[in-house]
């Protein structure tokens, strides 16, 4: 199993590892700050780095196809990958500037949640837009929405994930009703994240610390997917 660092803690861009396998799906490491595609967040770019000075660019992080609970971190195309044995101690470290991107489209994607109350049935989220597909037919407001966005962020919320068992979950039936989105079952614990006063529900992905750091994101699009899907799509403000 990876050991997941970035579940802890999303501000870590770099930490130190040792390569566990080098196969077809990319570098294994025993422990990493690289979130793995998932939950509609892209995976992290970046960099390893072998004790011995040795550089890899890395193009894309995913969940290794075969070994459940392992990361692969997929090497950029013609790398030479000889250096990064396993046993090779390394440093491991991400492109802020990616991530940052992503934290804040996803917090923003939470906030989306909060402002229209229907349920999520599609989610992208890059670095360089994220778009959210909502279960609905009535028409949405662009300027009202990107409004929205701005007032949660000037009021600085913080943001926090927690674990809860799900027994907790069955014993507070309230917990489960301000949930936006139903928590999977049969893991034993759920993640949660809560945008505080907004927003609560499960959801694996990073996030920055307070809806304050989300800054400038606005809606750019609205669009109608199809009789029941409305998309709406974020940017960053000129
Ligand atoms: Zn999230």
Redesign the pocket.
């Known amino acids: 199993m990876t050991e997941e660092l970035f579940r802890e803690d999303a501000t870590l861009l770099e930490c130190e590892a040792r390569v566990v396998a080098v196969d077809e799906a990319g570098i294994v490491l025993d422990r990493t700050v690289f979130y793995p595609v998932g ?1 509609g ?1 892209a995976g992290d770019a970046g960099e390893i780095v072998a004790a011995g000075g040795a550089k890899l660019a890395i193009a894309d992080t995913r969940k290794h196809p075969d070994k459940p609970g392992e990361i692969a971190h997929v090497p950029a195309a013609g790398a030479d990958l000889s250096p990064f044995a396993p046993g090779t101690r390394v440093t491991a470290r991400i492109d802020a500037g990616r991530r940052r991107a992503h934290m804040r489209f ?2 923003a ?2 906030l989306l949640c909060a402002l229209v109350p229907h349920a999520v049935n599609g989610c992208s989220i890059t670095a360089g837009y994220a778009r959210l597909d909502f279960h609905m037919n009535e028409p949405l407001d662009k300027e009202a929405l990107s409004a929205g966005i701005a007032r949660f962020v000037a009021a600085a919320h913080p943001v926090r994930h927690r674990w809860i068992s799900e027994d907790e979950l069955d014993a507070n039936p309230g917990l489960v009703r301000s949930m936006s989105v139903q928590p999977p079952r049969g893991l034993g614990r759920v993640r949660v ?1 809560d945008v505080e006063g907004v927003d609560l ?1 499960p ?5 920055v610390a307070n809806t304050a750091d989300i800054g400038a994101v606005v809606v750019t699009k609205i669009e109608k997917k199809s009789a029941m899907t409305r998309r709406v799509v974020l940017g960053f403000a000129a």
Not at 203 to 207: D, K, L, S
């Open positions: 939950g967040q996803h917090t994607t939470h994240v529900q959801c694996g992905g990073t996030h």
